[in-house]
């Protein structure tokens, strides 16, 4: 299969390649290298299965040109930083909402009619019963971020329902492991890398939420997307746990051997405004679908944190 990934340089998108490589299939990468890196892609480019449009999707012709012969989209490029909403509120709109409408208006142009979208656990809010089942609704985001993967969602089904696309769509837990990026843990490594007597936690540790392996991840979109065809498929993706940020901080600690820090917390329930202090999705339809993780949510947080120390280096 001729496959169209967007963010294919990033954390998530590139283990996506890995598998899509190893399948056989044949992957176009649009990514404007924002919080992407070539590296991680840099084998599968020079052995000829990854040819890269370094391109933006806010651009509609870049989007455009990166669709021919495609038989199939991951739209997985978005801002990645929840936080930044606070401080800049239209760059969810035009990367998560304005460029998910790039997405599959230039899908409608080109023929192209399926499409995987990484959506979010954070669409359902904070009033959301724990676990979180797929059909809970209203959806009230509470994160800029979070409207734009809503509006991207609503984007898609609604080309389904006008324009006959096929759509898998999969909220995620938060996603972690090797060639993170981003995130707590990659957060406290450097924190602590900077100055190993102490480590800062945003809130007051207490904020807890359910943590997915990558490779975990994108296994479970490749197996979902084989084992459904409903015209739109919405499936949970996580843990069967959650872990403290308080834990993850004890964790972080631990394996970086600076067991001397004090560990600092800034109080309040959440990190920033905006962020979930408590999140943990229903995982039954993706396990009734004959999928299952590998790590639960410490089990994951410690193998990255491994790994992460390792990348970065302390
Ligand atoms: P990432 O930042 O590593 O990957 C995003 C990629 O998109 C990067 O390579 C970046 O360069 C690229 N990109 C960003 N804006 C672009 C633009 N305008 N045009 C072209 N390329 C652009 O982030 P990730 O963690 O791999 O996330 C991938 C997707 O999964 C995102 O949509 C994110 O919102 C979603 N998601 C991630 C998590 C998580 O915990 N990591 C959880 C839920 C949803």
Redesign the pocket.
């Known amino acids: 299969m001729r496959a169209l990934v967007?963010?294919?340089?990033?954390?998530?998108?590139?283990?996506l390649i890995d598998r899509l490589v190893s399948r056989g299939d044949t992957v176009v990468v649009?990514?404007?290298?924002?919080?992407?890196?070539l590296d991680?892609i840099q084998n599968h480019i020079d052995s000829g299965k990854v040819s890269l449009v370094r391109?933006?999707?806010?651009?509609y012709q870049?989007v455009l040109s990166a669709m021919s012969g495609i038989e199939c989209v991951f739209?997985?490029?978005?801002?990645?930083?929840i936080r930044l909403g606070t401080k800049i509120t239209d760059t969810d709109l035009?990367?998560?909402t304005i460029?998910t409408y790039n997405i599959v208006e230039a899908m409608r142009i080109e023929g192209v009619k399926k499409i995987a979208?990484?959506?979010?656990?954070?669409v359902y809010g904070e009033d959301a019963p724990m676990p979180t089942p797929e059909n809970h609704g209203p959806c009230l985001p509470i994160s800029l971020?979070g409207a734009s993967?809503q509006a991207g969602e609503g984007l898609i089904s609604s080309w389904v329902g006008t324009f006959g696309l096929q759509a898998w769509i999969?909220?995620?837990?938060?996603?972690?492991g090797t060639?993170?990026?981003?995130?707590v843990i990659f957060d406290f490594i450097h924190k602590l890398k900077a100055d190993p007597s102490r480590l800062e936690v945003l809130g007051n540790g207490l904020q807890e939420k359910s943590y997915?392996e990558?490779g975990d991840?994108v296994d479970g979109i490749l197996h979902v997307m084989a084992n459904s065809n409903d015209s739109v498929n919405l499936f949970n993706l996580g843990s069967h746990d959650t872990a403290s940020v308080r834990r993850i901080a004890e964790i972080v600690v631990e394996e970086t051997g600076c067991t001397g820090a004090s560990i600092e917390y800034t109080g309040g329930d959440r990190g920033w405004a905006g962020d979930i202090p408590r999140a943990m999705l229903a995982i039954d339809k993706m396990l009734e679908i004959g999928f299952d993780v590998n790590y639960n949510s410490e089990d994951a947080i410690r193998h990255t944190a491994r790994a992460l120390i390792d990348e970065i280096g302390l």
């Open positions: 967007t963010g294919g340089a990033g954390f998530i998108g590139s283990h649009i990514d404007n290298l924002s919080s992407g890196n991680f391109g933006d999707i806010t651009n870049d739209h997985l490029a978005a801002n990645p930083d035009k990367q998560g460029a979208f990484a959506s979010s656990s954070v971020y993967k999969f909220r995620f837990a938060n996603i972690i060639r993170g990026t981003h995130g997915m990558v991840c």
